[in-house]
């Protein structure tokens, strides 16, 4: 079965703090994307990662993708609350969505 | 640009009814996608277009679910008879087809089923 897993599925971290997400998924993929989604709200892209060990940085995210484990990971360094929301990792070939990682950053 | 817009943005219906939800994906963009999410099911592709053309409608649940994209502008997903599982929000994206295209997403049409 084709699956996209994410993990953890709840993350409370204090601010100031670091950590990671972690997504695997069961089959190979040309493109990987991260997004991030607000209560209520709609997703918003973050990353496209395209190429086995390919990096990225946005302020405190950075996103990583290594296709030989099927891995992507997204680290969170030095929380801060605006952070908090819930996070997808999504595999371009089957345009199949991660579970999510929702996140609850704590002052 | 304006985005990806949906219409309605609210819609609250009885079962048996049909629903029509609208799209109007981001111009220039070739590929657009039609998603349901759920907090049981999570976020799930119904069916996606490329150039008008529908791809791959695998994930449209059942026969009551139809999509259709007359032109490069504009897409509906049907709805008919509707019913109470299919409440969820329903979200519209697109996408070019450059090779760090990601797609972006519509603000979602809340559709609930009474």
Redesign the interface.
Known sequence: ELKVEQNPLFLSMQEGKNYTIYCNYSTTSDRL?W?RQDPG?????LF?L?SNGAVKQEGRLMASLDTKARLSTLHITAAVHDLSATY?C?VES????G??TRLKVLA | DAGVIQSPRHEVTEMGQEVTLRCKPISGHDYL?W?RQTMMR????LI?FNNNVPI?DSGMPEDRFSAKMPNASFSTLKIQPSEPRDSAVY?C?SRGDR??????????TRLTVL
């Open positions: 994307y997004y709200k709609s997703l918003e892209s496209v395209l997808f999504a089957l345009y199949i969505f579970t999510g | 996608f998603y999570g976020l799930e592709l996606y791959d979200f994206a090779g760090m295209d990601t797609q972006y997403f519509g603000p979602g």
